[in-house]
Structures are given as C-alpha cells and as structure tokens.
C-alpha cells in the first residue's frame, strides 16, 4: 500500500513505515534510548531526503518516547527532578541546534553534515560501547563481596550549583546534568536523534547514576527535548512530513511497549553489546554509501526559500 509524503515528495509503502516504527519503538524501550540514531539513516536508506528525515524523526521519537517513559513509570524508573534539570540544557541545545541546522540548510551542505555526523558519533561510541560491554561479558559478574564505582570523582564533580537528586541518591552540580542535556538537544537538532546513546553512558559513569533508572530518566528528558526540536523545525526549516511522522508514531508507540518488556529479561552487558552492534552496522552503511560512487552522479533539487 503505496502512500505519498509531501514534504519528503516521494512514494513509501505504508506498512514498511509502521514496521520501521515499531521496530525502532521496540529498540527505544529495551535499551532506554530514542531509538533515533537508527531511524534516521533507515529513512535516508528508503529514499527520504535526509533533512526531512531529521525533521520528521522527532515527531516519531516523542511518541516512543513516552509510550517507553510511561512504562518505566509505572515501576519507579525517572528520577523527574534530576530529568527537569538535564531539559534546561536540552532546550538550550536544541535551540541552538535547529538555528545551525537552518544555516547549513541554506548553505546546500545540511545533508553531507547529517552523514558525516552520524558517521563519526555512532561509529565512536559503539566501538566504546562494544569494547566495554564485551569485557564486562568476559569478565563475568562483579563479585558482590568487591563492588565497583560506576564513576571516579574528578574536577567535574567540584562545580559549583551543587543540587541534591534523592531519587537517585546524587549530590553533583546542576551543571553537569544540564550540559549533558545540552549535548542531546543538539543531537536531537542536527542528527534527529535523542541522544540516548550519549546520554545513557554519560548518566551512569558521570553522573553515577543507578543503572536501574537511566533508562526513564533519559527518556523523560528527550520527550521534551525532542518535542521542541520537531515544533521548532516545522516552523523554521519545513522540514517535518506529517503523514510519515504518524504513520512511524503509531508503530513507535505499540513497539516501545513491548521493548520495554523484554528489557528486563537481558542482562545489562547483553543489551548494551547488541546495541553496540546496531549502531556500529549502521555507521559503517553509512560511511560506505559515502564513499561508493552513487548510481545517479547529479540530482535536481528545490532551493531553498530564504
């Protein structure tokens, strides 16, 4: 069942846009991130043009989003204060980030920036996130008799603005979890992505957050984030397909739920060295698509309205 996107301008069929979506809705509840970082060069795969699927994405995420924050919810899982603090930064970035996104747009080079970012962010993290995950696999369980510091204390943790966080028995400085934020506001601007697989690593080994509630934390955040990220691209960039984001939105949501269910059946080396393995295939899709020579050499495009 063919549908036209008018925005994207091309023809998809609809059932392989519901199943992208719940596919990617399921991934955002089992590993607590947006799920972003894959749908995004999964759009650009399938013909969307890349700003369009950066645009658009957001819609998506915030549906899979809280269909996933809803359910760590309703088992104690966000730690709201600590959350609250990290979306000051995340508004800040997005803000910026849907600013920059606009001037790239207008300088013709928005689409090489978005590949090239995804290249090199997904493709350093995921080799960090696998060689740290796959050691922890060898390694075994960690004793219980020795437990281990999920973080060290640095000069980070001597900024001033220090807040008390119960829920997740932290006492840091606000600053820490609001440039965190703001990291994944940008990320949600130019990448279209919610930065969860930023967030989550920094959360649990800068923070030192409990790993139990990273997941809720970090979605609740990128609900909000994400949300201006999409309002603040329709209006500034048009860049957000309304037929594509609602048909992603309904398999984002059934998706995430039963994500979310099956997270708590794996370990948690298990799930970041499969995550891991994800978001590394896709860095290296994209870097080749980059480097391979494209079947069409010259593309007609329409140019952009000041």
Do not use: C
Not at 11 to 28: D, H, K, R, T, W
Not at 89 to 102: D, E, N, Q
Not at 131 to 159: D, F, M, N, Q
Not at 258 to 281: D, K
């Amino acid at each position: 069942m063919q549908v036209y996107l008018p925005i994207a301008e091309i023809s998809v069929n609809a059932l392989l846009l519901l199943a992208l979506g719940g596919g990617v809705g399921f991934l955002s509840g089992l590993f607590g991130v947006g799920g972003g970082f894959l749908m995004t060069p999964l759009l650009i795969f399938i013909g969307v043009p890349p700003a369009v699927a950066v645009g658009t994405q957001a819609n998506q995420l915030v549906g899979a989003s809280v269909s996933g924050v809803l359910a760590h919810w309703r088992r104690n899982n966000v730690d709201v204060r600590l959350g609250s603090v990290m979306l000051v930064g995340g508004v800040l970035g997005t803000s910026f980030g849907v600013w920059l996104f606009g001037v790239l747009q207008q300088l013709g080079h928005i689409d090489l920036v978005i590949s090239l970012s995804y290249v090199f962010f997904l493709g350093t993290v995921s080799l960090l996130m696998l060689w740290e995950s796959v050691g922890a696999l060898i390694r075994g369980r960690i004793k219980a008799a020795a437990p281990r510091k999920l973080h060290h204390h640095t000069w980070l943790h001597g900024l001033p603005l220090k807040m008390r966080f119960p829920r997740s028995r932290l006492y840091i400085s606000a600053l820490l979890p609001m440039l965190i934020g703001f990291v994944g506001g940008l990320l949600v601007a130019i990448m279209g992505i919610g930065g969860g697989f930023l967030l989550v690593p920094a959360m649990i080994y800068i923070l030192g957050m409990p790993t139990a509630l990273v997941a809720g934390t970090s979605l609740f955040q990128i609900i909000f984030s994400t949300g201006i990220a999409a309002f603040l691209q329709a209006t500034s960039n048009q860049t957000v397909d309304v037929v594509l984001a609602m048909l992603l939105l309904v398999g984002g949501v059934i998706g995430a739920q039963f994500g979310t269910r099956a997270g708590t059946r794996l370990r948690g080396e298990q799930a970041r060295a499969l995550l891991a393995l994800m978001v590394l295939a896709v860095a290296a899709k994209l870097a080749v698509d980059l480097i391979v020579r494209p079947e069409d050499l010259y593309s007609i495009t329409r140019p952009v309205s000041p």
